[in-house]
């Protein structure tokens, strides 16, 4: 895996291209950074070549400007596509990575080859009550971070994670994260029902672990019944399924997106 930062931004993002194969670029959840995809980088390298960045404020990614925002991540990455030659990829993205995902598809779809969403929602057609009933949750622990990270990372990983190993893992992360990052976060709503819902000229993987939170779980099985996409509920699995059931997730993924090739 090698490290780069992407020319007059933010944003720093790491790539195996070992493989003479489809690119798949993983986006991360909020509060952690590149590594929780560890165990994916390490499954799928040498069968596609592979990119993950840092979301503005998380990881590397702290060397901010004026004026950067959460909202500017769908164009950093096309620019990261530009510079290193990708001409499409497949795009997988846990939680805020769901999201972010979704806005790069919303505007360069030409370049998607296809969308794995886990733990997210359908930025184009949301009930905004739900988002904000979510916002009021995030609140909460974000009062805690006020205090104190160690406190905030302590309440967040048992909320994101649900293996004693994967929490562990996303704690390490999260206690790295800096309260001033914060601010990156707000722009997020602006990204939702911003464009209008069409058919998708790709295949769609939406999903969750089954110990989720409730709200979660529905907000998939709609997903997946309103767009007749696939669906994986996994198991023994929270938030971030792919820390907390990785052999099953990467076989999962990797299924989807032959299938997809095909």
């Given at each position: 895996m090698k490290k780069f930062y992407l020319?007059?931004?933010p944003i720093a993002y790491y790539i195996d291209d070992s493989a003479d194969k489809d690119w798949i670029v993983?986006?991360?959840a909020a509060f952690v950074d590149h590594r929780m995809f560890d165990k994916q980088f390490a499954y799928f390298s040498g069968k596609f070549n592979l990119?993950?960045?840092d979301i503005l404020g998380h990881g590397n990614s702290v060397r901010t400007r004026?004026?950067?925002t959460v909202a500017k991540t769908a164009e950093w990455i096309d620019r990261i596509f530009t510079k290193h030659n990708i001409p499409s990829a497949h795009l997988v993205g846990i939680s805020?990575?769901?999201v972010l995902i979704q806005d790069f598809a919303n505007k360069y779809e030409n370049k998607v080859l296809?969308?794995?969403?886990?733990?997210?929602?359908d930025i184009n057609s949301f009930d905004m009550k739900k988002l904000k009933s979510n916002s009021k949750n995030q609140m909460k622990m974000m009062m805690?971070?006020?205090f104190s990270i160690k406190w905030f990372a302590k309440a967040n990983k048992k909320i994101s994670a649900y293996t004693s190993e994967a929490q562990a893992e996303f704690y390490e992360m999260n206690i790295q994260f800096k309260k001033s990052s914060f601010m990156y976060l707000s722009g997020l709503q602006k990204l939702v029902n911003k464009y209008p819902k069409k058919q998708r000229q790709y295949k769609l993987l939406v999903g969750c672990g089954e110990h989720d939170i409730p709200e979660e779980i529905e907000i998939v099985n709609e997903w997946a019944q309103n767009e007749n996409c696939d669906k994986i509920i996994l198991k023994d699995a929270g938030h971030c399924v792919n820390m907390d059931a990785p052999q099953e997730f990467n076989k999962q993924l990797e299924n989807f997106l032959i299938n997809n090739n095909k």
């Open positions: 020319d007059n931004s993983f986006v991360h990119l993950a960045i004026k004026g950067d805020l990575g769901a296809s969308l794995a969403c886990f733990g997210g929602y805690k971070a006020l």
